[in-house]
């Protein structure tokens, strides 16, 4: 286990949902398995009127999604991590004198002992990243002459390239880009981490990972659940920015890199990099509307109960044509891809929650067995992030009797076979990497203008494009009749599972 240095965390936005959903419940679990520091203490700051005593039941005691996940013997480790939580009403704005907030953080430092180490996490809208880096600095705290200072900032990281490029420049005036982390939950995951694994720990695979021998690869990321609570910030987002810029190309660029010269935080985001870079960008309306499908989902009926179109969300315009359902084919212009499609689908009120990357293998060049049907079968390889964690390898084998029959069998790898020990959920695993600073799985400023670079022009001929259609699909189904065309040849999506709604809800909304 490495060791991680005393240090004081503060949460800006620490009234809000991220901080009582997700950070509190990460922390109390590594404060469980003895991974914080002996002293490590919690400062939340943000514009609500509270006390520490209100703030300490507000995440930790009250804290429902705590409350949760805890069981019998979590109860008695509560009131000591409460403990640990302190609060800082900085007033009206977040962008103001951080005068008094440094001399409550220089408080906490001498009282506790903390060695000037200091974390700030941005739980905030990110239109005030910058100013808060800059209130932050003009009060010297990034300055690192004494304890070290780090800036762990939520996506999404800008709303555009431009926008992002801005963001980046911004932050970076106030603190070294080695100071910021910037964070993308899936890269926590221990499956997307596993990919890294599969390809450069086995010498099985990757000779075969390339062109060579791969047909194509497709990449699903369905959600069943609507826009929930989120109609509001949504509906200014869609698919492509909430998930396909960000968690998507994370993965894609796992798929796609080259081996690194070693697991080092740059060595690894080096070739990330470089494979974001060498995605095809479409620059013309002509491939862009080929190659990319948008959709919505629609009302329908489940078992006789009806649910919500997205335009009848809380939050969303009623005549709102954001996508919730984004699927793009591209091509990756380096030696190792040429020519190989990948099918990268994103989409919510889909009939399952399921990520998984299906590589897709060729057909063996000389089919000998013709009447087993196995020519037009390649091998599969799916990678599943998640539920149900783990690797499925499908292969053909001989039906037992005289000829030569074959059929398609599966050598299935669950994760949770070999997990005794605690498995960290992803914020979990993020804060104790950053908290330890290790970079190697936050998004380098570099990376995530080059995600952009190759969304920008999608986004901007899906908002201003011609004839630009939205397709409507039924809520619970895989989404648009259509999508299936966007595959060459004769493959389909793999859906892993089944409609829920009868009707597909097929239509152009727009
Ligand atoms: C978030 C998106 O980043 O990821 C959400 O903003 C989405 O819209 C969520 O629901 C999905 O995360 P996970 O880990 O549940 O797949």
């Not at 999404?156 to 603190?175: C, D, H, I, M, W």
């Not at 030696?335 to 063996?364: C, G, L």
């Not at 799916?382 to 539920?387: A, K, L, N, S, V």
Request: charged share 25%; glycine share 6%.
């Amino acid at each position: 286990m490495n060791k991680t240095a005393n240090q004081l965390l503060v949460i800006f936005g620490a009234s809000g949902d991220l901080t009582a959903r997700k950070l509190i419940p990460a922390l109390f679990n590594l404060y469980k398995e003895k991974h914080l520091p002996e002293n490590f203490v919690v400062l939340g700051v943000s514009r609500s009127d509270l006390t520490d005593v209100d703030f300490r039941k507000r995440v930790v005691l009250e804290n429902e999604h705590l409350k949760k996940k805890s069981t019998v013997e979590d109860y008695g480790l509560l009131d000591a991590f409460a403990n640990k939580m302190f609060y800082e009403d900085l007033g009206m704005e977040y962008d103001t004198s951080y005068e008094l907030l440094k001399k409550r953080i220089s408080d906490l430092n001498t009282k506790y002992d903390i060695g000037g180490n200091y974390m700030f996490y941005l739980s905030t809208p990110p239109k005030i990243y910058e100013a808060i880096a800059k209130n932050l600095s003009d009060q010297d705290l990034h300055d690192e002459s004494e304890g070290w200072k780090k800036l762990i900032v939520e996506k999404p990281f800008g709303y555009s390239l431009e926008t992002a490029k801005n963001l980046n420049v911004g932050l970076q005036r106030y603190f070294k880009e080695s100071q910021i982390y910037r964070i993308d939950h899936y890269l926590g995951k221990e499956t997307v981490q596993n990919l890294l694994v599969t390809r450069f720990a086995n010498s099985i695979f990757e000779p075969l990972w390339n062109r060579n021998y791969i047909h194509h690869i497709e990449i699903t990321n369905a959600e069943s659940d609507g826009v929930e609570k989120r109609g509001g910030y949504y509906d200014k987002s869609g698919a492509l920015r909430d998930m396909f810029q960000n968690h998507l190309l994370q993965i894609v660029s796992l798929v796609v890199m080259e081996p690194p010269i070693g697991a080092g935080a740059e060595e690894i985001r080096n070739e990330k990099v470089k494979a974001l870079k060498s995605l095809r960008i479409m620059k013309d309306a002509d491939t862009i509307s080929k190659h990319t499908i948008k959709g919505q989902y629609v009302s329908t009926t489940i078992d006789g109960q009806k649910v919500k179109g997205y335009r009848e969300e809380d939050g969303v315009d009623p005549e709102s044509t954001t996508e919730t359902y984004a699927a793009i084919k591209f091509f990756v212009d380096n030696w190792r891809w040429k020519d190989v499609p990948f099918y990268v689908r994103t989409a919510k009120r889909m009939p399952r929650k399921v990520t998984e990357i299906v590589i897709h293998f060729k057909s063996p060049h000389h089919a000998i067995f013709m009447d087993a049907g196995t020519s037009t079968r390649g091998n599969k390889l799916i990678i599943r992030i998640q539920p149900d964690e783990g690797i499925l390898m499908k292969f053909g084998v001989k039906v037992p009797g005289q000829g030569f029959k074959v059929e398609r069998a599966n050598l299935d790898f669950y994760y949770s076979s070999l997990t005794e020990t605690h498995v960290m959920e992803a914020y979990e695993r993020l804060l104790l990497d950053a908290m330890q600073g290790d970079a190697t799985l936050y998004a380098r400023a570099d990376e995530v203008e080059a995600a952009w670079e190759f969304v920008d022009p999608i986004l901007n001929y899906w908002e201003k494009g011609e004839n630009v259609n939205t397709y409507g699909y039924s809520a619970g189904v895989w989404g648009p009749t259509n999508s299936d065309d966007l595959i060459e040849g004769t493959s389909t999506w793999r859906n892993p599972g089944k409609n829920l709604a009868d009707d597909p809800g097929f239509c152009v909304i727009s």
